[in-house]
């Protein structure tokens, strides 16, 4: 195993990801930021420098569990204090498991900037994947505004809300087209053919294959907001990955992608190698306002600028969602793989609503409105201080809610109070999805954990009910470390309070996030060591710090 040192600055820069010039956050000079390759059991060391001028930074190894290293998780007011302009950090961190993962900004609405990129870890010498390819491709999906993310951040702020609206682009690796088409006569409403050379920013990255080989495609999702159908015309995919975990392989013509969610999906170039095909990314699960994402499988001798025969793939209806939940529960885990406990040791019911609180429009967990302390969770906890409500959040919401109504919005609060988990047990939750503030309106919520993958053990309509654990799968469901909840659903997940630290849990829609849309779960933080200074110099860690110098 090896230790890998990247040495990073995060700057604005001018960049056009789709054809129109906007500011971006990138990472030594490009948008998105550098692509990290590792194998099992490296250590990556990320010597991250803030060139941001005014405004702190941190970023989130998202997948990536930071076994005995919690302080190196990237999320501001919870693992660490944020870089301040100037300074330099180092994520330290060991990448034990081998898969598709990102990163991303995980400080105000940073990733709405563009702070994102892959991190993918390959198996260690001597180890295999459970499948075989010839060749593979990675493509991180996006959505981008031109609206910047401070003035998004002011919007979403405001009372009354101005929601941020539908995304102008799709991107796939940073690259869209706004304003023009690469598959223009297809294109509804029409659009003018982009007149590309192939050097722009925005210029689409092309898959160049040769026919009759398997090829791995690495996909993450890392919207802000949107939920993805990915297809590639004409061709099957078997899903084989899901969140750096295997999944008993299966196959389909399209599938659905929230953001925090990343699979691989093996294809055979097995069509007419004559032509060329497109890839499509589509919005589902809101009312699509954005042209699809696209890009190009070239077929190898043929040129890249051979049109496809047949028009991109679109996506089943937006709101289909009977085709996503078949998707989901096509997941399972592949044989062999880590079984969940077969009891838990408490449950946590987090309903999920939309509220108004003075007005402003939040989003509420048990109805409360996660904002973050000053002082980060895991100093603050580990020496004593705890600067954070002292009443941990609620277990479960009042039995008489109706999820199927529009939420009364009665007495939703501000809070920052934490779960803490007992070490070592066993933790069911059950997310409860509900209508929001509109009436016959329940949005879908990617959910992520950080410092954990989970067993999801069921979905379900309605409220969840004692009566539904008897449906929970034990036997095979899929480690992940993202979950959605359907409209007016359920979706049920396990796991074991094995990694101490603190930890968030949240609805990975960053405006969303941004509207209070999470918790944050603590376990074993006395077992903590060594958290290093930079990670604690503010608030009132940071206070503690300077008084321990005088004495
Ligand atoms: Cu990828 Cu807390 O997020
Ligand atoms: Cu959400």
Known sequence: AKTRHFKWNVEYIHWSPDGEESVVMGINGQFPGPTIRANTGDTVAVHLTNKLHTEGVVIHWHGIRQIGTPWADGTAA????????????LYRFKVDKAGTYFYHGHYGMQRSA?????????????????????????????DWWHKGSHEQEVDLSSN?????????????????????????????????????????QYAPEILRVRPNKIYRLRVASTTALASLSLAIGGHKMVVVEADGNYVQPFSVQDMDIYSGESYS????????????????????????????????????????????TSPPPIAPLWNDYNHSKSFSNKIFALMGSPKPPPQNH???????????????????????????????????IRYGINAFD???????????????????????????????????????????????????????????????????????????????????????????????????G??????????????????????????????V?????????KIPKEALACGLTGKMLMSNKHN
Not at 121 to 142: A, C, I, R, T
Not at 423 to 438: E, G, H, P, R
Not at 504 to 519: K, R
């Open 78 to 89: 919870i693992s660490q204090c944020a870089i301040n302009p100037g300074e330099t950090f």
């Open 265 to 308: 999906v093996l294809f055979k170039t097995d069509q007419d190698p004559t032509k060329n095909y497109w890839i499509s990314i589509n919005v589902r699960g809101r009312e699509p306002k954005t042209p699809q994402g696209l890009t190009l499988l070239n077929y190898l001798p043929n040129s890249a600028s051979k049109f496809p």
């Open 490 to 519: 359920w979706t049920a997940l396990r796991f074991v309070t094995d990694n101490p630290g603190v930890w968030a849990f949240h609805c990975h829609i960053e405006p969303h996030l941004h509207m209070g849309m999470g918790v």
């Open 114 to 142: 563009g702070l994102y990129g892959s991190l993918i870890v390959e198996v260690g010498e001597g180890e295999k994947e459970p499948f075989h390819y010839d060749g593979e491709f990675n493509l991180l999906l996006s």
């Open 346 to 380: 408490r449950r946590i019911i987090l309903l999920n609503t939309q509220n108004k609180i003075d007005g402003y429009t939040k989003w509420a967990i048990n109805n409360v409105s996660l904002v973050l302390p000053t002082t980060p969770y895991l100093g603050s």
């Open 160 to 200: 009354p809300l101005r929601w941020i609206g539908e995304p102008q682009t799709l991107l796939i690796n940073g690259r869209g087209q706004y304003n023009c088409s690469l598959a223009a006569q297809f294109s509804k409403p029409p659009l003018s053919l982009c007149k590309l050379r192939g050097g722009e």
């Open 390 to 488: 002292a009443k941990p959040p609620p277990d479960n919401f009042p039995k008489d809610y109706d999820v199927l109504k529009q939420a009364p919005n009665s007495n939703s609060t501000y809070g920052n109070g934490v779960y803490l988990l007992k070490f070592n047990t066993t933790i069911d939750i059950i997310l409860q999805n509900a209508n929001a503030l509109a009436k016959d309106v329940s949005e879908i919520h990617p959910w992520h954990l950080h410092g954990h993958d989970f067993w999801v053990l069921g979905y379900g309509e309605g409220k969840f009910s004692e009566k539904d654990v008897k449906n929970f799968n034990l036997k095979n469901p899929p480690l992940r470390n993202t979950a959605v909840i359907f409209p007016f």
């Open 521 to 529: 779960f603590a376990e074993g933080v006395h077992l903590v060591k």
